[in-house]
């Protein structure tokens, strides 16, 4: 690929991703952050290629571009910077979208620069064969570049291109790590909404593609778990209902039993005390009759 064609391509990814920021509603905290993130990446990647190779190569073989190239440099040291605080800042603090617009007017202005003035006269100096070296050399070196942005980190050669390439395998290391935590917690989301059959909108997963691609494939990938997951529930609910129903039978039996058992036990209690009571009256009326005769003979 022509390596201004790859550095152009990006300039167009980024610009469409600040249009679509500067569309964003003032209270679109959540579409802001993704949109920031991904700007994050891209700009991360874009500024690595550039400093590693691009940069280096034409100021070696283009005449002039000297001033240009430091300028751009340094540039891009603003550049992470800003996005190395928007990264941590939350989208709801007051400051976040005046750093965003900041950051964007940095980036249109260094756009320009190049398009215009930089990149006509590496064209016309290289020409295309030796800018499709460069391109896909550049690509390569984008598939390992950071993607998170690295301002301590040095930004010429030698240092850069270790640092760099260090630093891509870090970054692409926590975009894994951060997808597999995004997916494991939205399938536990699953799991919770389906044991108590509701359904919850999940946000989507953030961060850079890596992430996302990451946090997207774990995700995907929970349904098995899910699924033997929700069948040992509905078998211990099973289990838990019919253990249950034989609680409350036995407790019911119990009861009857108890019932009956009073009853019987009232009833002997209210006979015994009818018998002695009849007795006590048969008893007093044979003393009175007694009585009565020992009156009368005397």
Known sequence: MDAITLLKDDHHTVEALFKRFEKAGDRAYTQKRELVDRIIEELSKHAAVEEQLFYP????????????????????????????????????????DAKVTVLIENVRHHVKEEETEYFPKV????????????????????????????????????GNLVAGNAAGVV??????????AQGSIAAVGDL????????????????????????????????KVIDDTIEAVREAKSTGKQTAARADKTVRKTARAA????????????????????????????????????????
Request: charged residues 30%; proline residues 6%; aromatic residues 2%.
């Open 57 to 96: 190569v034409t100021r070696a073989t283009v005449p002039g571009t000297d001033d240009v190239v430091l300028e751009s440099i340094e540039e891009h040291h603003i550049v992470k910077w800003e996005l190395a605080e928007l990264e941590k800042l939350d989208p709801h603090d007051e400051r976040f």
């Open 192 to 223: 919770v909404d389906r044991v108590r059959g509701s359904k919850r909108p999940h946000s989507a997963p953030k961060g850079t593609t890596t992430a996302r691609r990451t946090a997207t494939k774990v995700w995907a990938g929970s349904d």
């Open 259 to 298: 019932k009956t058992g009073t009853k019987r036990t009232v009833g002997s209690a209210r006979k015994g005390a009818k018998q002695t009571v009849t007795t006590g009256k048969q008893a007093a009326t044979s003393t009175a009759r007694t009585a009565t005769r020992t009156a009368k003979a005397s």
């Open 123 to 158: 064209r016309d100096e290289l020409g295309r064969r030796a800018l499709a070296e460069l391109g896909d050399a550049m690509a390569e070196a984008k598939a390992g570049a950071p993607t998170h942005p690295h301002p301590r980190a040095p930004q010429t050669p030698p």
């Open 171 to 180: 970054d692409r290391v926590n975009d894994t790590v951060s997808g597999i």
